[in-house]
């Protein structure tokens, strides 16, 4: 063997561009769960200067939910229409206008219109966030093979909760070192890099980047030519609703997402107020659950990918939810009635785990059964994960306010259970495409 050969075969194994096009994608997801809890951060140095009520400070996440709850579906045809690259560009301006709008407002009104324009923005901002996951899926759909979709969005979810973990630090930080509106402007910075860096190196497919290897195009084989339908119609929109796979999958997720709105947003509340821990201590044992989850995320993915590999991907997708689903359910029974606290700060965490395992699972099969068409189809599935919240909240919100915390839980076991069963009636290869008559 020459010495070149040699030194050809010990050097290191060049990085695809798709997972770097990756690396951006969980950027900007990262941006934006960044932006969009820092103002609940902030909220307890900007309510007494701006005279604001808890009440709406609600108001205004209610604001933000509603916009990115509505723009889910919207934004993933939108994304489809202009491609992942625009719309990835158009997205990020507009989330940075309105991160950067918000701290500037009280300097230019008061009262009823401030509030007023603080509802607009938070609004506005919702809207702009919206459509970066069901695009994401696009892009992913498009970059990578598919035993590999629940791998790379298992690892996106896993992104999303580490950032959730570091974001109250890092602006609780920011505030003591400036103030509250410093720290909202310096969120609004790396959104700006990250728009500047995609403009330069994002591409819609992996034949459209002068970077790519005739290595890597070969790796993605025939796939190397999908890309979202840009020709999407009512018609097919019409089709895609109604088709019974997606359906299922959405309230499946609905149901799902119930479970990470309990643990996600009540935790905290639910370990100070009924399990009597300190609020010093409840801070720090609230933090397990999402840490836990992003791990869950992450192993998830992984494993529903090699499941595929295994089992094929009809089964493959299906085993993770239908046996994580129901230990999840048991898990949330068992934290509520553990007669240790500390037991059930391991419940609810191993729960949390438990829930996010299927973050790959859901996402990989609406992009297998809508191929072409996924950033709808997730748009939808999205909106089902995100009603969730609107449902779930006034719920918890009533019964907590009871101090009849089990209420709550128990229906947190039953919507676990019903979303494992609605995997039943899900085939993920059985495709739009394929069955234009469908129902």
């Known amino acids: 063997m020459s010495d070149l050969s040699a030194a050809h075969s010990f050097a290191p194994a060049r990085l695809r561009v798709r997972w770097k096009i990756f690396a951006l994608l969980c950027a900007f997801g990262m941006v934006a769960y960044l932006q969009q809890r820092s103002l609940t951060i902030a909220a307890y140095k900007i309510m007494p200067e701006l005279h604001l009520s808890q009440m709406q400070l609600g108001w205004l996440e209610t604001a933000f ?26 997205i990020g301006v507009l989330g940075f206008a309105c991160t950067v709008a918000t701290p500037f407002e009280p300097l230019l009104l008061a009262g009823t219109a401030l509030f007023a324009m603080l509802l607009a923005t938070q609004l506005l901002l919702g809207a702009s966030q919206g459509p970066i996951f069901p695009v994401t899926a696009g892009v992913i759909e498009s970059w990578f093979l598919p035993r590999t979709w629940p791998l ?32 909202l402007l310096w969120t609004a910075v790396p959104a700006v890099a990250l728009v500047v860096v995609w403009r330069w190196y994002g591409r819609n497919t992996p034949s459209e980047h002068p970077s790519v290897s005739a290595q890597e195009l070969a790796e993605l084989g025939e796939h190397v030519g999908a890309r979202a339908d840009n020709r999407v119609s009512w018609r097919d929109l019409w089709r895609l609703v109604r088709n019974r ?46 840490i836990a989850a992003a791990i869950g995320a992450g192993v998830g993915g992984k ?43 391991l419940a609810l965490s191993l729960c949390y785990l438990a829930i996010e395992l299927n973050e790959g699972p859901y996402w990989a099969a609406a992009m297998e059964v809508a191929r072409g068409e996924s950033m709808a189809a997730t748009g939808l599935l999205n909106t089902g994960g995100n009603v969730a919240g609107f449902l779930g909240t006034p719920i918890v919100a009533y019964f907590s306010g009871q101090h009849a915390w089990q209420v709550p839980f128990v229906l947190g076991a039953v919507l676990a259970l019903v979303s494992a069963a609605l995997w039943l009636l899900v085939d993920p290869l059985r495709r739009v495409s394929s069955r234009p008559g469908d129902a």
């Open 65 to 90: 939910l509603l916009g990115y709850a509505l723009l889910q579906f919207p934004g993933g045809v939108l994304g489809q229409r202009l491609g992942a690259r625009r719309t990835l560009i158009l």
């Open 152 to 183: 790379a969005q298992g690892l996106m979810s896993m992104t999303l909760g580490l950032v959730s973990a570091l974001t109250p630090p890092l602006i609780t930080h920011l505030m003591s070192a400036f103030d509250w509106q410093r720290a």
């Open 245 to 290: 796979d997606v359906g299922a999958l959405t309230v499946s997720y609905l149901c799902m997402n119930y479970v990470f709105y309990l643990l996600a947003n009540w935790s905290f509340l639910y370990l100070v107020q009924e399990r009597h821990f300190t609020m010093l201590e409840g801070g720090w044992l609230a933090g397990a659950p999402p």
């Open 303 to 345: 494993l529903a990918s090699d499941l595929c590999v295994r089992l094929g991907v009809r089964r493959g997708l299906r085993a993770v939810p239908l046996v994580s689903m129901p230990v999840a359910g048991l898990l949330l029974l068992y934290a509520v009635h553990a007669a240790n606290g500390y037991l059930a700060v």
